[in-house]
């Protein structure tokens, strides 16, 4: 079986940085691998696509939903919502102090020219709509200026058979906004957007301002600002060997558990995964990073999933209409949740 995540904190990244998900299913005679691990490129790729068989991921919202309106076999099996910053930023000198600075600004939109899931794109314009929204503006108040990035995302990933390899990391966060940041400095936009571990990138190097705070915790209910992380899992999958999938959600919930009382190696962890120094990661997140590793299925994720899609179904970044209901497979997270019960009620 696979796996891939984001740089993102979320409870794969512990059962996978502590080998827990290998030793799950050593005596079956299961191998598991990272995609970072693998030659061929085409399998890096399934990170964004989901096209490798027996394979799970657990990250950004946008590749699984593009992936699913192309008719990908994947079902969304939980949902995270840890505090992450966010924020629309500008030069110290900008004289951009708050919201209502945004109207006329120039605000950059990048581009990727040769990635067919342009997913920072999404979320840059998800974060302008909240700001906006903030600010009492819309898009007529401001003018949106495209950023082209000729470089994929890819050319930044690293790949490579470490215990635990991710795809993704310092280099990746240090490297998306690069084009952003250069148009930036040579004053051909006035702002950008930025959140979680390269929004402290950024504002750290070149001292960015808050010109509009998007920081959307859970308990403010606020599905519009707030970006879901997603589990997946492959289809079939899913179907035919559904007792896999079950005990792979469950080393999630033992992470999430562990998370609570092992503070210092969990920041450890997700400085490795997100790509930053470890006195930067509640500045990124919060202090309360490790209370927030759960996986669940609340009305309130599942409705902030749902708006995510309809926001990507109107930007045009899905091939067809999402049917949810079909993707969102709630009954494996259930079982493993049984399961982790049962076992810890025994211990």
């Known amino acids: 079986m696979w796996y891939t995540r984001c740089p993102a904190p979320t409870a794969a990244s512990i059962a996978i940085r502590e080998g827990w998900l290998e030793q799950e299913f ?85 581009k990727r020219l040769k990635d067919s899931t342009d997913w920072w794109r999404a979320l840059v314009l998800s974060g302008y709509e909240s700001a906006l929204e903030v600010a009492g503006l819309s898009l007529d108040d401001v003018r949106l200026v495209e950023v082209n990035i000729d470089r994929p995302y890819m050319a930044d990933a690293t790949a490579g058979q470490a215990a635990g390899q991710s795809l993704w990391g310092a280099r990746s966060q240090f490297a998306v906004q690069r084009e952003e940041i250069t148009a930036l400095l040579r004053g051909e936009v006035d702002a950008i957007y930025s959140d979680a571990a390269m929004g402290e990138i950024v504002k750290a190097a070149f001292g960015l301002v808050t010109v509009v705070d998007l920081t959307a915790p859970e308990e403010t209910n606020n599905i519009s600002m707030a970006q879901p992380l997603v589990l997946t899992a492959t289809g079939s999958l899913v179907e035919q060997r559904p007792d896999l999938v079950v005990r792979w959600i469950t080393r999630l919930l033992d992470a999430d558990a562990w998370a609570r009382a092992h503070q210092s190696r969990v920041l450890q962890i997700i400085a490795q995964d997100v790509g930053l120094p470890e006195d930067f990661v509640h500045g990124a997140y919060s202090s309360r990073i490790y209370q927030q590793l759960d996986v669940s299925m609340s009305p309130l994720r599942v409705r902030m999933l749902e708006q995510k899609a309809a926001e990507l179904e109107r930007w045009g970044f899905l091939q067809q209409p999402l049917d949810m209901r079909a993707l969102l497979d709630p009954a494996p997270l259930q079982q493993a949740q049984a399961l982790w019960r049962e076992r810890n009620q025994r211990a």
């Open 26 to 110: 050593a005596s079956d005679g299961i191998a598991v691998q990272s995609l970072a691990s693998a030659h061929d490129p085409r399998v890096h790729l399934s990170h964004y696509n989901h096209s490798q068989p027996n394979s799970f991921r657990f990250g950004g919202y946008v590749p699984p939903l593009v992936s699913a309106s192309r008719g990908a076999d994947l079902r969304v099996l939980g949902l995270s919502w840890p505090d992450r910053t966010a924020a629309v930023l500008a030069l110290p000198d900008s004289g951009m102090r708050g919201p209502a600075d945004l109207r006329g600004a120039r605000l950059s939109v990048p």
